[in-house]
């Protein structure tokens, strides 16, 4: 999931005009919404008080109508160098209504977005995402209706301001040579990459690899669970999954516990 809302992040950008098709402001009501209304023009008036001055523009918070749950953020993350906070919510509002309020909110701030037909989501749920062109931070909403039209809401904040490219090593785990389209993130110890092989390597060669250059730092495979690396209390676990014609290769380390998270692809 930190990989797809940074996905996400990154297709928020200014935009000269909205998209005419988009849906714009209007009174959200519970149940659905008409996809209709004139975009909002309060961020950025002008203060009476003082001639040509700009009222200053209050900070943004997630603002979820008929909120029936809460889940605050775990804390931040990193993720391919962009501090992350992620959190979840839930509505008891209809899909198009809640949708229709938060795009009523990012226009309110005063945020830029990408025409609604160029914001590509790589889900089938509607998400949003705008960018705050001041503070460079970018704001994601996922939209994922429930069996009793209650809508989940996985909303990311992501700081831009504050990137940090990240380093041509994992620090924690090789990548195999050859490695392309790399992933990563960090969050309170645990660390997770993601990447495609070279062209026409196999799963039995990832393992293979990562058998050899794991050992000699200590590293050992469980017996009962090829891919399972453990280092005293440190476990890193290697896995694989076809996509699109590539191999994609998970790593996911985690210091202490347990078992490690199992799945071969990015949570």
Known sequence: MISLLLSLTLAAGPAASVDAGSP?????????????????ADAGVPDAGVPGAVAPKRPFRW???????????????????????LQLARTDWGL????????????????????????RSPTTEPMLTALDVEKLV???????ENADRS????????????????????????????SEQVTRSDLEGAHLAVFAAK?????????????????????AEDPDEPGLFRRGSEV????????????????RHRQGGGAAPRGGGPP
């Open 236 to 251: 890193l676990k290697v896995s694989t999954r076809d996509e699109e014609g590539l191999l994609m290769v998970s790593l």
């Open 24 to 40: 714009q402001p209007g009174p959200a009501a519970r149940g659905k919404a008409s996809v209709k209304g004139k975009a909002s």
């Open 63 to 85: 603002d979820i109508p008929g909120k029936v749950v809460w889940v605050p953020s775990a804390g931040p993350q990193v993720s391919d160098g962009v501090p992350m906070d």
């Open 138 to 144: 970018a704001y994601t909403v996922i939209f994922q």
């Open 199 to 219: 062209p026409g390597t196999t799963q039995a060669q990832v393992f293979d690899y990562y058998r050899t250059a794991l050992k000699p730092v200590g590293y």
């Open 151 to 178: 809508v989940t809401l996985i909303l990311g904040t992501s700081d831009m301001s504050k990137y940090t490219p990240p380093g041509a090593t994992l620090g924690w785990a090789p990548l195999m040579p050859g």
């Open 96 to 119: 198009d209504a809640v949708v229709q309020y938060m795009l009523d909110s990012f226009r309110k701030a005063g945020f830029y977005m990408a025409p609604l037909r160029e914001q």
